[in-house]
């Protein structure tokens, strides 16, 4: 495809995508029309056209851009987040008022700092939109900055930026100078840039939540499907979470594959948890870690594997993963109809999602190197651990491949296939919803 032909292709999805926006709000010109065109609660169809018109127009810089202009985008990155820090150290943003405009001077005297410097630091951070000057002397908030108000972990996530990530990613030529192919985690680029021996990962504030999201997903399940009963399986921390489910009613619903129209979360361990504020058809188990998977008659069980982190390396999760899927073998080959459903959030192969999605992947995947000497998983990588378990009568086979629109998150589907089947199986592909 030739450079103009990419040029009409991606200004046709572009305009595309900004026609469904447009149509969403017919009456935009009205004082009413909505502060933020696609909020996060929107439509799927508005929040699936948002991603199609930035992944368009992050296709149409890569295309148009020179050299200067990398650079200077580069430069504006770099003081956009020393900005960021800037105020955040100053807890500046939490003096602005949400829905009104205020002035810079009371602001600057309220923080501790000069007028000058504010004026400046806000005149730069509204180039992007963060913040903004209604009139001369005066300061609002917009939709960008808000948020990072009213939720202070974005402020969290801009100042470890600044002050840990930022600062490390400096060092990578260092780190790989002084350690080469080293992948000990105190060996690295985090390492140099503050001058320890102590790894990431020991001075990390280990808060974790458990099985937190696994019933809040529950809920919108059986609300969503009413066939469903779920048991949800948690075990320690940082353990993987696995979810069975079970054909309970001929009564189920069209639009979900036959093998997943009911379920029940399975464990292993008599005990429950009972959260009755889940409702009559989710129960909370504790799982063992490694044993065996006793719900032999769910037609889905479903199996979330986390990301690496500085918490959690690559090694202790590929361990858990293969372990975990050897406690599914033997339900899944007493019942070959059922399927074992992976979800994760790899590192994609270049140039096979949208390139503001493979930037944000491959940047975690950089930061988690500079950080903790560790890498993001690769498809390959899980593909390879899946493929080798077996036992004397098959092994585990991928049967179909989803990947969300949205972000890198794809979805395996595992079968049991039984010797012979298995090397006649098709090659499954990867397919977007």
């Given at each position: 495809?030739?450079?103009?032909?990419?040029?009409?292709?991606?200004?046709?999805?572009?305009?595309?995508?900004?026609?469904?926006?447009?149509?969403?709000?017919p009456n935009a010109n009205t004082p009413?029309?909505?502060?933020?065109?696609?909020?996060?609660?929107?439509?799927?169809?508005?929040?699936?056209?948002?991603?199609?018109?930035?992944?368009?127009?992050?296709?149409?810089?890569?295309?148009?851009?020179?050299?200067?202009?990398?650079?200077q985008q580069l430069a504006c990155q770099?003081?956009?987040?020393?900005?960021?820090?800037?105020l955040g150290e100053f807890q500046v943003?939490?003096?602005?008022?949400?829905?009104?405009?205020?002035?810079?001077?009371?602001?600057?005297?309220?923080?501790?700092?000069?007028?000058?410097?504010?004026?400046?630091?806000?005149?730069?951070?509204?180039?992007?939109?963060?913040?903004?000057?209604?009139?001369?002397?005066?300061?609002?908030?917009?939709?960008?900055?808000?948020?990072?108000?009213?939720?202070?972990?974005?402020?969290?996530?801009?100042?470890?930026?600044?002050?840990?990530?930022?600062?490390?990613?400096?060092?990578?030529?260092?780190?790989?100078?002084?350690?080469?192919?080293?992948?000990?985690?105190?060996?690295?680029?985090?390492?140099?840039?503050?001058?320890?021996?102590?790894?990431?990962?020991?001075?990390?504030?280990?808060?974790?939540?458990?099985?937190?999201?696994?019933?809040?997903?529950?809920?919108?399940?059986?609300?969503?499907?009413?066939?469903?009963?779920?048991?949800?399986?948690?075990?320690?921390?940082?353990?993987?979470?696995?979810?069975?489910?079970?054909?309970?009613?001929?009564?189920?619903?069209?639009?979900?594959?036959?093998?997943?129209?009911?379920?029940?979360?399975?464990?292993?361990?008599?005990?429950?948890?009972?959260?009755?504020?889940?409702?009559?058809?989710?129960?909370?188990?504790?799982?063992?870690?490694?044993?065996?998977?006793?719900?032999?008659?769910?037609?889905?069980?479903?199996?979330?594997?986390?990301?690496?982190?500085?918490?959690?390396?690559?090694?202790?999760?590929?361990?858990?993963?293969?372990?975990?899927?050897?406690?599914?073998?033997?339900?899944?080959?007493?019942?070959?109809?059922?399927?074992?459903?992976?979800?994760?959030?790899?590192?994609?192969?270049?140039?096979?999602?949208?390139?503001?999605?493979?930037?944000?992947?491959?940047?975690?995947?950089?930061?988690?190197?500079?950080?903790?000497?560790?890498?993001?998983?690769?498809?390959?990588?899980?593909?390879?651990?899946?493929?080798?378990?077996?036992?004397?009568?098959?092994?585990?086979?991928?049967?179909?491949?989803?990947?969300?629109?949205?972000?890198?998150?794809?979805?395996?589907?595992?079968?049991?296939?039984?010797?012979?089947?298995?090397?006649?199986?098709?090659?499954?592909?990867?397919?977007?919803?």
């Open positions: 495809m030739t450079s103009l032909t990419q040029l009409h292709a991606y200004t046709n999805e572009l305009v595309a995508a900004v026609q469904t926006v447009a149509e969403f709000y009413h029309s909505p502060s933020q065109l696609v909020p996060p609660d929107a439509p799927s169809e508005l929040r699936r056209a948002r991603r199609t018109i930035l992944a368009n127009v992050t296709k149409l810089k890569t295309l148009l851009e020179e050299p200067a202009d990398l650079l770099n003081q956009m987040l020393a900005c960021l820090q800037w943003l939490a003096c602005i008022p949400l829905s009104d405009s205020v002035s810079i001077k009371d602001i600057a005297d309220l923080s501790g700092v000069p007028e000058t410097h504010l004026h400046r630091v806000i005149r730069m951070t509204a180039t992007s939109g963060f913040l903004k000057e209604p009139q001369p002397g005066y300061v609002s908030h917009t939709n960008l900055s808000a948020p990072f108000v009213t939720k202070p972990l974005f402020l969290d996530a801009g100042m470890f930026l600044a002050k840990s990530s930022g600062l490390a990613s400096l060092q990578m030529a260092a780190a790989t100078q002084r350690f080469g192919k080293s992948n000990r985690p105190h060996e690295s680029a985090y390492s140099l840039a503050f001058n320890t021996s102590e790894t990431f990962q020991s001075v990390c504030d280990q808060r974790l939540k458990v099985g937190a999201q696994s019933p809040r997903i529950a809920l919108g399940l059986v609300e969503r499907y009413p066939a469903l009963q779920l048991i949800v399986q948690m075990s320690e921390p940082g353990l993987s979470t696995g979810v069975g489910s079970r054909q309970r009613s001929s009564n189920s619903t069209p639009s979900l594959p036959a093998s997943s129209r009911e379920g029940k979360w399975a464990s292993t361990s008599p005990k429950e948890v009972k959260l009755t504020d889940l409702g009559p058809r989710i129960t909370v188990q504790k799982r063992i870690p490694d044993s065996l998977q006793t719900v032999s008659d769910a037609a889905v069980y479903i199996v979330s594997v986390p990301s690496p982190s500085p918490t959690l390396s690559s090694h202790i999760i590929t361990e858990r993963l293969a372990s975990d899927l050897r406690a599914h073998l033997g339900v899944l080959r007493a019942n070959c109809s059922a399927t074992l459903i992976l979800t994760m959030c790899p590192l994609p192969e270049p140039s096979t999602v949208d390139p503001d999605i493979e930037a944000s992947a491959r940047q975690r995947d950089l930061t988690l190197f500079q950080l903790a000497n560790d890498h993001r998983l690769e498809l390959t990588e899980v593909e390879n651990i899946i493929n080798d378990i077996w036992d004397t009568m098959g092994r585990l086979a991928i049967v179909n491949k989803l990947r969300s629109w949205k972000d890198a998150t794809i979805a395996l589907g595992v079968k049991y296939q039984v010797s012979g089947n298995h090397q006649r199986k098709t090659q499954a592909t990867l397919s977007t919803v």
